[in-house]
């Protein structure tokens, strides 16, 4: 079986992004992948199967697509632990990209055939109080794991979890679009109205959403779903810079052209770079990675880093950064290059972040940050430390995890035990699958491969048939918690009503409900 797998797996792979700096751009996508998502032949087979997705964000609204749009006689059951559908695009996808937003009607396109796919919100799946996989293994033919990741990177820095004003940037992203996970202190965490200068550390693209959301004018975002609470917060607040620091050079940054684009075009913001940082950012080895012969993505390279030179400020030394972050007037956004945090100052709040210079060494696509000796460390003051490092994915009890990567192992979607002996029946897709990275277009390509070998092991039987009716889930979800409140699509559609009117009436799109227990209240009437 491995064979075949092995087989398919050469016919998949011209599809898939190569990864060599850690981020895709919109140009990647591959519309290829839209036609042989059209051309998936239906599998008529006179046999019922059922499958259960766990996660409503775009992975699994992807999957459950492909499964709804490509087997005859099957049922999807969607899993989310929230009372809401969308995941990321809801509480991660900034809210002043109302845009990206819109693809949440493609996704209510899988909830509405409620005949063949039913949501199951305010649903735990896994340990301490869920229903378990081997339960989602009786009920259903296959199993998806596209929960997402909803943990994050740490820095391991001591006092990194005790000192206030340290935030991830998932803890960021969940605050500015009214996620219901209450891990943000706001009050002695956030604290914005006493924030002048912020550091950022990594430099991908949810630390330009924060950078963003932080500087650009409140009063632009209010008219989308940016929750009220947040904007009046937003008001308070007068930052004054935001150090973004990259620990490796200019050419390996993170953020997209487009996203640096639109900091750049902030009223009374001003760019900057230190010069020495990114003249040592130019090795032999990044010049490289910026030719067209390099990689597919080096033409968009080096256009960002030319637009980095020409629009930033050059400041000649570390005591004209200390300037400008003391100048008043306009907001500096500073990018900092081959720096590493390395100790994080303050008593109670943090109040500084120490950094050691860093040098790129290794070959083109393959540098690594390495201190430069004898160590010169530089000391970045703020109140605000956003760890911009990436998300993490968590295990779910009775799948294999590499706790490495934070991923579940899989071949081309297909889970695999700890002997790495691929397990038909039980799938993984999205950052679950192949780490926190790429944008929405990465989730839909590996969909599409996690579905080829769904429908491999439907075209060749290898999965079980079922015939699992509402009640059956109903009454496994009820079997660990008596009287839980599950919160359906035509439940959501009241939230979702609801939301939008007052949001309506405060001139917004939707004002979203911050609270789970409102959200269930609203669901409960009839
Ligand atoms: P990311 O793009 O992977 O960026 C992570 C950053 O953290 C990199 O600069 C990385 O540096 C740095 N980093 C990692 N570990 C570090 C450490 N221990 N110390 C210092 N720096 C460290 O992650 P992200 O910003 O969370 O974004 C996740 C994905 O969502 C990305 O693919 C992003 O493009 C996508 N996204 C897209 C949009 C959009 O299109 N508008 C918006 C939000 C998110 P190295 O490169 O040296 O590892």
Not at 137 to 146: H, P
Not at 281 to 287: D, G, Q
Not at 350 to 367: I, P, T
Request: with cysteine.
């Amino acid at each position: 079986m491995l064979q075949t797998f092995l087989r398919s797996k050469q016919s998949l792979t011209h599809h898939l992004p190569s990864r060599p700096f850690g981020f895709f751009v919109a140009q990647d996508y591959n519309p290829d992948f839209k036609s042989c998502l059209e051309s998936q032949h239906l599998i008529k087979s006179d046999k019922d199967y059922r499958f259960a997705v766990v996660g409503c964000g775009p992975a699994g609204f992807y999957c459950a697509k492909q499964i709804l749009k490509n087997v005859a006689n099957v049922r999807v059951d969607i899993f989310d632990r929230n009372p809401h559908p969308f995941g990321l695009v809801r509480t991660g996808v900034a809210p002043d990209h109302p845009e990206m937003k819109k693809i949440e009607k493609d996704y209510e396109e899988v909830l509405k055939d409620t005949e063949r796919c039913q949501f199951y919100g305010n649903v735990w799946i896994g340990a301490n109080g869920g229903v378990s996989i081997s339960k989602l293994k009786e009920l259903y033919s296959g199993v998806i794991l596209a929960y997402g990741a909803t943990s994050e990177r740490d820095l391991g820095l001591p006092s990194e979890k005790s000192l206030l004003g340290i935030l991830s940037s998932r803890q960021m992203a969940s605050w500015y679009n009214g996620s219901l996970d209450k891990d943000v202190l706001y009050d002695q965490d956030l604290a914005l109205e006493q924030v002048k200068n912020v550091v950022i550390v990594g430099n991908g693209n949810v630390a330009m959403d924060i950078s963003r959301v932080l500087m650009k004018d409140p009063e632009k975002m209010a008219p989308h779903d940016i929750p009220t609470p947040v904007l009046e917060h937003l008001r308070k607040t007068r930052i004054n810079s935001i150090s973004l620091v990259g620990r490796r050079g200019a050419v390996q940054s993170a953020f997209t052209i487009k996203e640096i684009r639109e900091i750049s075009r902030i009223p009374d913001l001003t760019m900057y770079a230190l010069k020495q940082e990114l003249l040592d950012s130019f090795t032999e080895a990044s010049e490289r990675e910026q030719h067209p012969d390099f990689s597919v993505h080096a033409r968009g390279i080096q256009r960002r880093t030319e637009f980095i030179k020409q629009t930033s400020v050059i400041l000649e030394n570390e005591e004209q950064v200390r300037e400008v972050v003391e100048r008043k007037e306009g907001r500096k956004f500073i990018l900092r290059y081959l720096n590493k945090p390395v100790e994080l100052l303050g008593e109670q709040r943090v109040k500084g972040v120490k950094f050691e210079r860093m040098r790129l060494e290794g070959s083109a696509g393959d540098q690594r940050a390495v201190a430069v000796e004898p160590k010169q460390v530089t000391t970045m003051d703020c109140e605000l430390l956003i760890k911009s490092i990436g998300y993490k994915s968590q295990p779910i009890e009775g799948i294999t995890f590499n706790t490495k990567t934070h991923t579940v192992p899989n071949l081309m979607g297909c889970v695999l035990n700890d002997k790495d002996e691929p397990q038909p029946g039980l799938y993984v897709a999205g950052w679950l699958k192949r780490g926190p990275s790429g944008i929405i277009d990465a989730t839909l390509r590996d969909s599409v491969e996690t579905f080829r070998i769904i429908k491999h092991h439907l075209d060749n039987e290898m999965l079980p048939e079922k015939h699992t009716k509402p009640e059956d889930v109903q009454k496994a979800i009820l079997e660990n918690a008596a009287n839980h409140q599950v919160v359906d699509y035509g439940d959501w559609q009241k939230i979702d009503a609801v939301e939008r009117q007052e949001g309506s009436s405060r001139g917004k799109s939707r004002e979203k409900i911050l609270h789970k227990e409102e959200m269930l209240s609203i669901s409960k009437k009839v």
